[in-house]
């Protein structure tokens, strides 16, 4: 049997740190929301760094490498219909001589 990562949305937890500002403790909020020790720590950590958008992505640390994939698929595409131009080109300025 595989364990199964959850994936938990920016509102959960927004909510689960504003109910630790309220003064529930974190013991309690780990046992309520079934969260490791050091989880509620790390939201609030990713909180204060960039407070903007404290957490980017869907969960997945592998968000940046498929983004990563997608560019350099599409750098590849324009870099084939670049040469492919260029050689329209060439051949377009051979014939009109």
């Given amino acids: 049997m595989s364990l199964k990562r959850r994936v938990f949305s920016n509102e959960f937890k927004l909510q689960v740190l504003s109910e630790e500002d309220q003064g529930v403790s974190i013991p309690e ?3 309520r ?4 020790t050091g989880m509620i720590a790390k939201w609030r ?5 960039t407070p903007s958008n404290p957490f980017p992505g ?6 940046d490498k498929a983004r990563m994939a997608e560019m350099e ?3 590849g595409r324009q870099a084939m ?3 492919f131009l260029k050689n329209a080109l060439h051949r377009l300025k051979g014939t009109e001589n």
């Fill in 29 to 31: 909020l780990n046992r």
């Fill in 33 to 36: 929301y079934e969260l490791s």
């Fill in 45 to 49: 950590r990713q909180l204060k760094q």
């Fill in 58 to 63: 869907k969960g997945s640390r592998n968000t």
């Fill in 73 to 75: 698929r599409l750098i």
């Fill in 81 to 83: 219909e670049i040469d």
